[in-house]
């Protein structure tokens, strides 16, 4: 069984950059494609960016392409995302995700989340 653990989450005023950081463990990490996903209040958890097995391969919403950058440490077991130039609207619960092929939807496993505020 797959587990994940969120870290980095945080209150940043606009402008401000954070790193949040995903633990995994339970499997051979390398196998998983990863992702960060986010639920903003009153909305629906949305896709934001994912990273191959390998890390070769990234995808990223158009939203946060240039000021976000997934990556991975497959010796660490974990994912990371750089947040930069963060807005009020990058306020969200960010989640972690696994499967194991790059795409934009139905991960098999998720973390429980952790919160990032944007004060304007």
């Known amino acids: 069984q797959v587990q994940l653990v969120e870290s980095g989450g945080g209150l940043v005023q606009a402008g401000g950059s954070l790193t949040l950081s995903c633990a995994f463990s339970?499997?051979?990490?390398?196998?998983?494609?990863m992702a960060w996903f986010r639920q903003a209040p009153g909305k629906e958890r949305r896709f934001v960016a994912a990273?191959?097995?390998?890390?070769?391969?990234?995808d990223h919403i158009d939203s946060v392409r240039g000021r976000f950058t997934i990556s991975r440490d497959n010796a660490k077991k974990t994912v990371y995302l750089q947040m930069n130039s963060l807005t009020p609207e990058d306020t969200a619960v960010y989640y972690c995700?696994?499967?194991?092929?790059?795409?934009?939807?139905?991960?098999?496993?998720w973390g429980q989340g952790t919160q990032v505020t944007v004060s304007s």
């Open positions: 339970g499997r051979t990490f390398s196998t998983y494609a």
């Open positions: 990273v191959s097995g390998s890390g070769r391969n990234t």
């Open positions: 995700a696994a499967a194991l092929t790059l795409r934009r939807f139905e991960y098999d496993y």
